[in-house]
């Protein structure tokens, strides 16, 4: 009877906390809403637990109850990891257009000729996949616009053009 109180406390806060994040997160609340439901019903109705883990072809209900505990976990863990996957590549775009940004503010700040800036790409003309590629240009975005700049070349690569031409 102790287990059984503790649990639906437990579960009742997990419905207080979906109810309160349906706002920012209506699907996951709802099915949270549901599950602490069903864990609430199989709390004290154990027997029902084990009706439907027979009819699932489980031995017990409370074999059915870890499995199906296991599949949400598992299912709670890839939408964390996708995102902090995604949070992450935010930062580093964020990052990238800070960068990009700073080094455009010193290169205008030097006054330097505008054939020395990055020149526009128009992203009618260069289509997504060429940007994509691997090629003689370091493409980047800056705001709405796609800019290209020449790969500088590495020493080792200059060093074999000047062999050549001896």
């Known amino acids: 009877m102790i287990a059984q109180t503790v649990i639906s406390m437990l579960l009742i806060g ?3 906390y979906a109810a ?3 706002r920012r997160s209506p699907v996951v609340a709802l099915f949270s809403i549901i599950a602490a439901a069903a864990g609430l019903y199989f709390t004290w ?3 029902h637990a084990t009706q439907v883990a027979i009819w699932a072809g489980v031995g017990r209900g409370v074999d059915l109850v870890l499995y199906i505990w296991v599949c949400i976990s598992l299912i709670v863990l890839l939408n964390l990891h996708l995102k902090l996957r995604s949070q992450m590549e935010l930062v580093t775009v964020t990052a990238r257009t800070i960068a990009l ?3 455009r503010r010193q290169l205008s700040e030097k006054a330097t ?3 020395a800036l990055p020149q526009p790409v128009s992203l009618e003309t260069e289509s997504i996949s060429r940007l994509g590629r691997l090629s003689a240009n370091r493409w980047f ?3 709405n616009e ?3 700049r020449p ?3 590495s020493h080792h690569d200059a060093h074999k053009a000047s062999a050549r031409s001896l």
């Open 141 to 143: 975005v800056l705001g």
């Open 146 to 148: 796609v800019y290209s």
């Open 151 to 153: 790969l500088a070349r």
């Open 20 to 22: 309160s994040e349906r």
């Open 113 to 115: 000729p505008p054939q």
């Open 14 to 16: 997990a419905v207080v």
């Open 45 to 47: 109705t154990p027997d």
């Open 101 to 103: 940004a700073e080094a």
